[in-house]
């Protein structure tokens, strides 16, 4: 049996449960996801944008799928919380897929500014969800079709019309089961015409000793003259697979950061899926992985510049030691007609072992003269000079080389915006690198929660 039949088995079976824990927005587009999963082959390890990562691995295993919305006994406000010095936020949980809230989450939001469960948004808003809800992921990408197929929740972000949301969100995505478990969510942020928005996601995993698996499709629709902030930080666990594919549509004038921070993780694959559907749009995507042991972090990216005037600046960096596996892949396609384009791809990478590996291939597609693009890849080793001039200065190899690794990681983390965000990101960087084991994911926290 193929690692997508048991799926669609369970699928078939258990339809009626699937769709009674949901709502009809999302019931509506299991048909089409099946299929597209019906037709389709998982792509092998190795094949075209699949260098390093096998799907029919990562999801062969038996894991459960909670379609029964058994409620997990944890209190995650209890036992979760960031602690990001000097940032307060709006406080929303994702436990496995199951959607909760801090007791005093909506305090300070703004109205205009929807922040809940995806699966009652649908049914209390069916209009809006139908609009936006499967319009930009597309259901050929086996990661969006089985999270379609079997999704019956999610957090939905929905800002209107030039309301600004001051306070950042902040979810936490928690991972916590007494047996293996497949979690399956969506997220879809809205920012209509002006509206500004900025989101942290953080994922984490409770037990260590257990195997999880993550799957996600994200979808973003930036507006006009909106402006999204999205950072995706992933402290997991050596056990914990993760699938995420972002879907971001961007129309005339709106600004969108994307950082996708990956400290601690198993085997992770990230994919943006981007396009500027209307003129003068910038966007900045950002990505860093330390990766050590035998981690895996695969990165995919996809950037279309449909219309003209627009600017991407897109800049993915690694370190990587041990027995670890990297990748990126990246293309920006910049089609006739999008003139005064401005695009940048970099990918830059140090390997700090012989048995570590790292695959990048940056791509550029033009079919317009007027255009400013570049694109370039490095994968090499810390200095051996820097190193030996630190040495004369008094300090050790070690030191040495600690300090190197967090200096090439700055660019990354500067690009933040969110200053308590940007301080707490340096702290935790130094603690990876000198080996402290995952700490975000440990805090405590005194707020209580709700969970729907």
Not at 8 to 31: K, P, T, W
């Amino acid at each position: 049996m193929s690692a997508l039949q048991q799926y669609i088995d369970l699928f078939r079976e258990h339809r009626d449960l699937v769709d009674s824990g949901s709502a009809h927005v999302m019931n509506a587009m299991r048909n089409p996801a099946l299929a597209s999963l019906e037709n389709m082959q998982l792509p092998k390890k190795g094949s075209e944008n699949y260098e390093t990562t096998d799907l029919e691995t990562i999801l062969a295993p038996d894991y459960g799928v909670n379609i029964a919305r058994v409620s997990i006994d944890v209190n995650p406000g209890a036992t979760f919380h960031c602690g990001v010095p000097n940032l307060s936020t709006s406080l929303f949980f994702m436990v496995n897929d199951i959607y909760g809230e801090a007791e005093r989450a909506r305090n300070g939001l703004p109205e205009g500014a929807y922040i809940g469960s995806l699966r009652r948004f649908a049914i209390e808003h069916p209009e809006i969800s139908a609009r936006y809800y499967g319009k930009c992921a597309d259901l050929s990408n086996p990661i969006v079709a089985l999270d379609t197929l079997l999704a019956q929740d999610g957090i939905v972000i929905w800002v209107k019309q030039g309301v600004k949301v001051e306070k950042p969100i902040q979810i936490v995505n928690i991972l916590q089961n007494g047996a293996p478990l497949m979690a399956v969510r969506r997220v879809l942020i809205i920012a209509e015409e002006d509206a500004e928005v900025k989101v942290l996601t953080c994922d984490h995993t409770q037990n260590p000793d257990m195997d999880f698996l993550a799957l996600q499709t994200i979808e973003i629709f930036a507006e006009k003259c909106a402006k999204v902030d999205y950072y995706d930080l992933e402290e997991s666990t050596e056990r914990t697979s993760r699938l995420s594919s972002l879907y971001l549509r961007q129309e005339e004038g709106s600004e969108v950061m994307i950082d996708g921070l990956t400290l601690y993780n198993g085997s992770t694959r990230n994919e943006y899926h981007c396009a500027f559907e209307g003129e003068h749009c910038s966007l900045r995507l950002y990505g860093m992985g330390i990766e050590d042991r035998d981690r895996h972090l695969d990165t995919y990216s996809r950037v279309e510049h449909k219309k003209g005037h627009c600017k991407t600046d897109e800049l993915f960096k690694y370190v990587l030691d041990d027995n670890a596996v990297g990748a990126f892949t990246g293309l920006i396609k910049v089609e006739q007609g999008a003139d005064k384009t401005e695009a940048y791809q970099n990918n830059r990478n140090i390997v700090g072992s012989d048995t570590a590996r790292m695959y990048s291939k940056p791509q550029l597609e033009i079919y317009d003269d007027d255009v400013k693009c570049s694109h370039g890849t490095a994968i090499g080793q810390l200095d051996e000079m820097q190193v030996f001039y630190m040495r004369t200065r008094g300090l050790s190899e070690q030191t040495a080389k600690f300090l190197l690794k967090q200096a090439f990681m700055s660019d990354i983390i500067e690009g933040v915006s969110l200053p308590g965000l940007k301080e707490r990101l340096h702290l935790l960087v130094e603690r990876r690198f000198s080996g402290v084991a995952s700490s975000c994911a440990a805090c405590n926290s005194a707020c209580g929660t709700t969970t729907e």
